[in-house]
């Protein structure tokens, strides 16, 4: 069984992924990570994420241990990451790996901004996993503070609605939901309640596998 999960940042997508995965035995994959994970490589060598030939060589040759950085969710390498995913080469190269993933038993739940639309177009459930820009802000902003005092919300909320626009209006696979995706918007509902949402879909989609035979 994939699972797909996409929505813009701080929406909540990978704490409900967390769960799903856990709920039904299966593994999870943050696929922002990949593209946070190169753009850590390249700003540690100091290369420009706006080089699309440079950026592509980056994630062909990715390398796993920067998945274990401890900078990978700055603001910075956050950033970085939105424009390193512009380049087709990169989304390429990074295209095997995550249906390799998908593919190995017990199956699994993956979440980015593609994945019901271009990585697992066949996936047997998929979510679209949303929130207002300014509760999603907030969300960051909490997470962020902690580590860096001198952020503020407001710089918080640009920041992701720069990110929102990059994302959406990008030629390759931009985020927008699948046609055939459940939407949900977390900004008034807890964690709790878009599990429960969401596991209904999942046990209903598993009733109807089960049917067929
Ligand atoms: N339904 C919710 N209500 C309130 N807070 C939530 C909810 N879901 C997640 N959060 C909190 O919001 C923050 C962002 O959530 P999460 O990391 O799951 O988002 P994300 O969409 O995976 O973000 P990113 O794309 O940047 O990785 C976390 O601190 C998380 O605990
Ligand atoms: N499937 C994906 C996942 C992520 N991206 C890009 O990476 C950035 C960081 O992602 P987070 O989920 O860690 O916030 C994101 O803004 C996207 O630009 C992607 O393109 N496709």
Request: no cysteine; hydrophobic share 40%.
């Amino acid at each position: 069984m994939i699972i797909a999960v996409d929505g813009p940042a701080a929406s909540g997508k990978g704490t409900l992924s967390r769960r799903l995965a856990s709920l039904y035995g299966l593994k999870h994959l943050d696929t922002g990570a990949l593209y946070r994970g190169v753009a850590w490589l390249m700003l540690k060598r100091d290369l420009d994420p706006r080089d699309a030939d440079q950026a592509t060589e980056v994630a062909r040759n990715f390398d796993p241990e920067a998945l274990g950085s401890a900078e990978l969710r700055t603001p910075t390498v956050g950033r970085g990451a939105s424009l390193v995913a512009v380049h087709e080469g990169v989304r390429s190269a990074l295209f095997d790996f995550q249906r390799n993933f998908g593919l190995t038993p017990p199956g699994a739940v993956l979440d980015g901004r593609d994945i019901g639309t271009v990585i697992f177009p066949d996936a047997t459930v998929k979510f679209f996993i949303t929130a207002s820009p300014e509760e999603r802000a907030r969300r960051r902003y909490e997470e962020l503070r902690v580590q860096d005092p001198s952020v503020t919300y407001e710089s918080t909320l640009e920041e992701l609605r720069r990110r929102d626009e990059r994302d959406q209006s990008r030629a390759e696979a931009p985020l927008k939901p699948a046609a055939d995706a459940e939407i949900i918007d977390t900004s008034k509902l807890t964690p709790d309640e878009v599990l429960a949402r969401a596991s209904r879909l999942v046990d209903n989609a598993l009733r109807d596998f089960a049917k067929q035979g």
